[in-house]
């Protein structure tokens, strides 16, 4: 009313008549004045003040229309835009403590009833914990999960969880992997704290066995709350390689895990004709036992052990297949300039054909890989593999060849591996800068600032390019660490004196303002550098030194031994193709260093790796053992007879990676020393110390030494022999689960083939095409030994001739899923360290306590109903300027009055 009262000039508003009344109100002003009515004394005031100093400011009629059609206009105007915002649904991050939990239980037929039962009570125990603020949904699943309630406060879950029926159809299979996508999905857009309560064996015997972080919802943790027994593991297990040659001595494990104290006889059969047959006494627990064999001349070679009791009835019986085919060559290289590799020869005293050679040698042609079984990689640096190189090495393994990579003080983190496409390749995470201890160092950067280094090449000039390696380098270091700048030509002259990082501006001013020398005096330059590093201390000491061109003759072992005596360690970078490598490169090897030979836009990559590799040491050195692990029965082959080394590389394993050796290091933590994985349809394998020169020195020369790269080397070789064609089964509950790739000459993927097999029995089936070159059959699994043979029949316009044959082999103790299958310990710890999530414990489980996290609040309800006010308020306003509200308000009393008059109320 104040408002419209400043808008609306006039006189004599508020006497009792109509007479004074020049304004267009005046209608509306004779209802709102008339006695008895609650707005009158507030309008009268109204009019006296505000109208009165309108009238006073000389308030005009036109500018009171314009001011109310713009404010009009305003009013709608952001009506308008909040209904906008509300049909955007604005979602703001705002901090909560509330928290987002699934309950996920395994009512597959592997979980007991009674686990069932205490699932239900662990999960009635968290959902009391809940806060009210809080929201809960519970998931069963088996073969599919079930949604029994979306999101929802606690104290509906718990009603739900207390009446609902822990069983499904189709319960004879496991789907983990369905299950926790339909979580992810649920928790997509909670609020506040995510967290998933997994109760479960872990047993999966469908979908994926392997997971990825893209089945977890951001900021998701897994809880696991343990169901059932830990797994037994197979009364018997055999371990031999996927491939071998024909004729040559195969070596395998046997794992023994008895049901019971006694007298056993193992029977081993290969090929149908038995090889061994020996008593054992088992006093129950574990027992691995290795064995070998001759293979045959072709094809496959099959291993039957039995395990019978004192009655020779059959207590365990497992089987194997080994494919014979003759392997291709193995490459093996070095850095360039350094000696054959002891590797080489060790592969070549097993039979193995070798061909040796330096980092250069890596084919950079896909076709130059085709009579390669494998590639080794021994301690070479990143950054002496060039890019096409390294693409068609990719291509290779992809296809299915073996890549073994190797230790030493160039290679894995030291050689930067992070920083280039091998990164990829690696069952192990070579770039730990965020986990190690940092050292203090001095670096100092030795520069040439002869007249050639002034010389462009591009757009650039070598001392501009060296500039910039600087700049890079110092990126890298340590705020505690120091570098200096030592400019040469004829006489050294210091640029830069041992500084702290803060100063990097600084330096590399006065770096841009190095003056064009004369000639190169190398030998001035390293006698300066020693008086600037002064007499060794307790912190490391490294020089770089930058050169294009021919310096003056000098001592090189005599300033080498000075130098190393004074703890110095110095990396030569050669510039251009004029540079004098050969002695550059001699003076790198002599001080410790490492030698680069480069272009100047690779200069400041090679820098900051040398820094980086200064101020983050990944050498672990000492007195180490390898352990084999408990889940590979390859490792236990490997670990036999292996004395101990002298150091490694840190490395970190990745989630599915096979971890065969490992290390205790001195902080009690486990790091890898040999691990493998999958890549694309070949194998890649790590070995985290040296192949011999420093580490491995005690081993050169045993019969633990040369059977390590053999076995390894036979382990992930490709066959050189190969059909286009890779077949595996699967166990996928009651069912064999095969899958064929398929590889044409070229090593794409094949595809409208038709892919054909037959059973054991003979039955033929067809494998329909599921994704390009992946094709797929499902069969009922039969409880043994299991032979399927796999060809193509057509289609394979650009394959092997045809028909392409293969064969794929499995073995079933017996059905997949069962209770006393036990638990897979293996799959549920994946999870929580996918997730970074923990175990509950069963009998009373509880959350980790809530803290601050992050919610999301949708505005959408609010805006709609600020939006809906300022319309109601806006048309109000409207009507009430045009004078409808009075017939409104006439309407209204009318109304009333009659039904007054109805209900007998007047008379």
Same mark, same amino acid.
């Given at each position: 009313?104040?408002?419209?009262?400043?808008?609306?000039?006039?006189?004599?508003?508020?006497?009792?008549?109509?007479?004074?009344?020049?304004?267009?109100?005046?209608?509306?002003? #004779?209802?709102?004045?008339?006695?008895?009515?609650?707005?009158?004394?507030?309008?009268?005031?109204?009019?006296?003040?505000?109208?009165?100093?309108?009238?006073?400011?000389?308030?005009?009629?036109?500018?009171?229309?314009?001011?109310?059609?713009?404010?009009?206009?305003?009013?709608?105007?952001?009506?308008?835009? %909040?209904?906008?915002?509300?049909?955007?649904?604005?979602?703001?991050?705002?901090?909560?403590?509330?928290?987002?939990?699934?309950?996920?239980?395994?009512?597959?037929?592997?979980?007991?009833?009674?686990?069932?039962?205490?699932?239900?009570?662990?999960?009635?125990?968290?959902?009391?914990?809940?806060?009210?603020?809080?929201?809960?949904?519970?998931?069963?699943?088996?073969?599919?999960?079930?949604?029994?309630?979306? %999101?929802?406060?606690?104290?509906?879950?718990?009603?739900?969880?207390?009446?609902?029926?822990?069983?499904?159809?189709?319960?004879?299979?496991?789907?983990?992997?369905?299950?926790?996508?339909?979580?992810?999905?649920?928790?997509?857009?909670?609020?506040?704290?995510?967290?998933?309560?997994?109760?479960?064996?872990?047993?999966?015997?469908?979908?994926?066995?392997?997971?990825?972080?893209?089945?977890?919802?951001?900021?998701?943790?897994?809880?696991?709350?343990?169901?059932?027994?830990?797994?037994?593991?197979?009364?018997?297990? %055999?371990?031999?390689?996927?491939?071998?040659?024909?004729?040559?001595?195969?070596?395998?494990?046997?794992?023994?895990?008895?049901?019971?104290?006694?007298?056993?006889?193992?029977?081993?059969?290969?090929?149908?004709?038995?090889?061994?047959?020996?008593?054992?006494?088992?006093?129950?627990?574990?027992?691995? %036992?290795?064995?070998?064999?001759?293979?045959?001349?072709?094809?496959?070679?099959?291993?039957?052990?039995?395990?019978?009791?004192?009655?020779?009835?059959?207590?365990?019986?497992?089987?194997?297949?080994?494919?014979?085919?003759?392997?291709?060559?193995?490459?093996?290289?070095?850095?360039?300039?350094?000696?054959?590799?002891?590797?080489?020869?060790?592969?070549?005293?097993?039979?193995?054909?070798?061909?040796?050679?330096? #980092?250069?040698?890596?084919?950079?042609?896909?076709?130059?890989?085709?009579?390669?079984?494998?590639?080794?990689?021994?301690?070479?640096?990143?950054?002496?593999?060039?890019?096409?190189?390294?693409?068609?090495?990719?291509?290779?393994?992809?296809?299915?060849?073996?890549?073994?990579?190797?230790?030493?003080? =160039? #290679?894995?983190?030291?050689?930067?591996?992070?920083?280039?496409?091998?990164?990829?390749?690696?069952?192990?995470?070579?770039?730990?800068?965020?986990?190690?201890?940092?050292?203090?160092?001095?670096?100092?950067?030795?520069?040439?600032?002869?007249?050639?280094?002034?010389?462009?090449?591009?757009?650039?000039?070598?001392?501009?390019?060296?500039?910039?390696?600087?700049?890079?380098?110092?990126?890298?270091?340590?705020?505690?660490?120091?570098?200096?700048?030592?400019?040469?030509?004829?006489?050294?002259?210091?640029?830069?004196?041992?500084?702290?990082?803060?100063?990097?501006?600084?330096?590399?001013? =006065?770096?841009?303002?190095?003056?064009?020398?004369?000639?190169?005096?190398?030998?001035?330059?390293?006698?300066?550098?020693?008086?600037?590093?002064?007499?060794?201390?307790?912190?490391?000491?490294?020089?770089?030194?930058? #050169?294009?061109?021919?310096?003056?003759?000098?001592?090189?072992?005599?300033?080498?031994?000075?130098?190393?005596?004074?703890?110095?360690?110095?990396?030569?970078?050669?510039?251009?193709?004029?540079?004098?490598?050969?002695?550059?490169?001699?003076?790198?090897?002599?001080?410790?260093?490492?030698?680069?030979?480069?272009?100047?836009?690779?200069?400041?990559?090679?820098?900051?790796?040398?820094?980086?590799?200064?101020?983050?040491?990944?050498?672990?050195?000492?007195?180490?053992?390898?352990?084999?692990?408990?889940?590979?029965?390859?490792?236990?082959?490997?670990?036999?007879?292996?004395?101990?080394?002298?150091?490694?590389?840190?490395?970190?394993?990745?989630?599915?990676?096979?971890?065969?050796?490992?290390?205790?290091?001195?902080?009690?933590?486990?790091?890898?020393?040999?691990?493998?994985?999958?890549?694309?349809?070949?194998?890649?394998?790590?070995?985290?110390?040296?192949?011999?020169?420093?580490?491995?020195?005690?081993?050169?020369?045993?019969?633990?030494?040369?059977?390590?790269?053999?076995?390894?080397?036979?382990?992930?070789?490709?066959?050189?022999?190969?059909?286009?064609?890779?077949?595996?089964?699967?166990?996928?509950?009651?069912?064999?689960?095969?899958?064929?790739?398929?590889?044409?000459?070229?090593?794409?993927?094949?595809?409208?083939?038709?892919?054909?097999?037959?059973?054991?029995?003979?039955?033929?089936?067809?494998?329909?095409?599921?994704?390009?070159?992946?094709?797929?059959?499902?069969?009922?699994?039969?409880?043994?030994?299991?032979?399927?043979?796999?060809?193509?029949?057509?289609?394979?316009?650009?394959?092997?001739?045809?028909?392409?044959?293969?064969?794929?082999?499995?073995?079933?103790?017996?059905?997949?899923?069962?209770?006393?299958?036990?638990?897979?310990?293996?799959?549920?710890?994946?999870?929580?360290?996918?997730?970074?999530?923990?175990?509950?414990?069963?009998?009373?489980?509880?959350?980790?306590?809530?803290?601050?996290?992050?919610?999301?609040?949708?505005?959408?309800?609010?805006?709609?109903?600020?939006?809906?006010?300022?319309?109601?308020?806006?048309?109000?306003?409207?009507?009430?300027?045009?004078?409808?509200?009075?017939?409104?308000?006439?309407?209204?009393?009318?109304?009333?009055?009659?039904?007054?008059?109805?209900?007998?109320?007047?008379?």
């Amino acid at each position: 009313m104040l408002i419209l009262g400043s808008w609306m000039p006039g006189r004599g508003l508020c006497r009792r008549t109509r007479r004074y009344q020049p304004w267009p109100g005046s209608v509306l002003s #004779s209802s709102i004045c008339r006695p008895g009515s609650l707005a009158w004394p507030a309008f009268c005031w109204s009019a006296n003040g505000c109208f009165g100093k309108a009238r006073a400011g000389g308030l005009s009629m036109k500018r009171f229309v314009n001011q109310t059609v713009s404010g009009l206009a305003l009013l709608r105007g952001l009506a308008l835009l %909040l209904l906008l915002l509300a049909l955007f649904n604005l979602r703001p991050a705002v901090i909560t403590h509330s928290r987002a939990l699934v309950l996920l239980l395994d009512v597959s037929g592997s979980i007991k009833t009674a686990d069932r039962e205490r699932a239900r009570q662990a999960a009635t125990a968290l959902l009391e914990g809940l806060e009210e603020t809080d929201r809960a949904a519970i998931i069963l699943f088996a073969a599919d999960p079930l949604l029994l309630t979306g %999101l929802t406060p606690p104290a509906a879950a718990l009603s739900l969880l207390s009446v609902a029926r822990l069983e499904l159809p189709q319960a004879g299979a496991t789907n983990l992997e369905s299950a926790l996508l339909l979580a992810h999905s649920v928790l997509a857009d909670a609020n506040g704290e995510r967290l998933l309560v997994l109760a479960s064996d872990g047993q999966t015997t469908a979908g994926a066995s392997a997971f990825s972080p893209e089945i977890l919802a951001d900021g998701q943790r897994i809880l696991v709350l343990p169901l059932g027994q830990a797994a037994a593991g197979s009364p018997l297990a %055999l371990g031999l390689p996927e491939f071998a040659r024909p004729g040559e001595n195969v070596s395998g494990t046997i794992s023994l895990r008895p049901p019971e104290a006694g007298d056993y006889r193992l029977a081993i059969s290969v090929d149908g004709q038995t090889r061994a047959e020996r008593p054992l006494e088992l006093d129950g627990s574990p027992l691995e %036992l290795p064995f070998s064999f001759l293979s045959g001349a072709s094809g496959q070679s099959r291993v039957d052990v039995s395990l019978l009791d004192d009655s020779g009835a059959t207590v365990a019986a497992n089987t194997a297949m080994v494919e014979l085919s003759a392997a291709g060559t193995v490459l093996v290289l070095t850095k360039a300039g350094a000696a054959p590799s002891p590797l080489a020869g060790a592969l070549a005293a097993q039979g193995i054909a070798v061909r040796t050679g330096g #980092s250069y040698d890596l084919p950079a042609d896909s076709a130059a890989y085709a009579a390669l079984s494998c590639v080794v990689l021994d301690d070479i640096a990143a950054a002496e593999l060039n890019a096409a190189a390294l693409q068609a090495l990719t291509a290779y393994v992809s296809s299915g060849g073996g890549l073994l990579v190797s230790g030493g003080t =160039a #290679s894995l983190g030291r050689g930067a591996y992070f920083e280039s496409p091998l990164a990829d390749l690696l069952p192990v995470d070579t770039d730990l800068r965020k986990r190690l201890l940092f050292t203090r160092a001095r670096l100092l950067f030795v520069i040439d600032s002869s007249g050639s280094m002034f010389e462009s090449a591009g757009h650039v000039s070598k001392q501009e390019a060296a500039m910039q390696a600087v700049a890079a380098a110092l990126e890298e270091l340590n705020p505690q660490d120091e570098f200096g700048i030592l400019s040469f030509d004829s006489q050294p002259k210091l640029v830069q004196s041992f500084s702290t990082v803060d100063r990097r501006e600084e330096a590399l001013a =006065a770096l841009s303002t190095m003056n064009q020398g004369g000639g190169t005096d190398l030998q001035a330059a390293l006698l300066e550098a020693m008086r600037l590093f002064g007499p060794p201390g307790p912190i490391k000491r490294h020089m770089i030194i930058f #050169s294009d061109g021919i310096t003056a003759s000098y001592e090189i072992e005599t300033l080498a031994a000075r130098l190393t005596d004074n703890g110095i360690t110095v990396s030569t970078i050669a510039i251009g193709r004029g540079a004098n490598v050969e002695d550059l490169e001699a003076l790198a090897k002599a001080c410790g260093g490492n030698f680069y030979r480069a272009e100047q836009d690779e200069l400041p990559r090679i820098s900051s790796t040398e820094a980086a590799s200064l101020s983050r040491d990944l050498i672990m050195e000492g007195q180490f053992i390898a352990r084999p692990s408990s889940d590979s029965p390859f490792s236990g082959e490997l670990a036999v007879g292996l004395p101990p080394f002298r150091g490694y590389l840190l490395t970190r394993a990745r989630p599915l990676a096979d971890v065969h050796l490992s290390v205790d290091n001195a902080a009690g933590a486990v790091d890898p020393l040999l691990a493998e994985w999958h890549y694309g349809a070949g194998r890649v394998a790590v070995f985290t110390a040296d192949s011999g020169a420093r580490w491995l020195s005690g081993w050169l020369g045993t019969p633990a030494y040369t059977r390590l790269w053999a076995s390894l080397v036979r382990r992930i070789e490709k066959p050189a022999a190969a059909s286009g064609l890779q077949a595996r089964v699967q166990a996928d509950g009651a069912d064999a689960h095969i899958v064929v790739e398929a590889l044409s000459n070229e090593n794409s993927l094949a595809r409208g083939l038709r892919v054909v097999g037959n059973d054991p029995d003979g039955n033929a089936f067809l494998l329909e095409e599921t994704a390009p070159g992946r094709y797929e059959a499902r069969l009922s699994a039969r409880e043994g030994f299991s032979l399927y043979e796999i060809r193509v029949d057509s289609g394979w316009s650009d394959g092997p001739p045809l028909p392409a044959r293969t064969s794929a082999w499995f073995h079933s103790a017996g059905a997949a899923e069962s209770a006393g299958s036990g638990r897979d310990d293996a799959t549920l710890q994946q999870l929580v360290d996918l997730s970074g999530g923990g175990w509950l414990e069963p009998a009373s489980p509880q959350l980790p306590p809530a803290g601050l996290a992050l919610g999301r609040v949708s505005l959408r309800w609010l805006f709609a109903l600020l939006a809906a006010v300022l319309f109601v308020f806006e048309l109000a306003l409207r009507s009430f300027l045009n004078g409808r509200l009075k017939n409104v308000w006439q309407a209204l009393r009318a109304w009333w009055r009659q039904r007054r008059l109805e209900a007998g109320e007047y008379h």
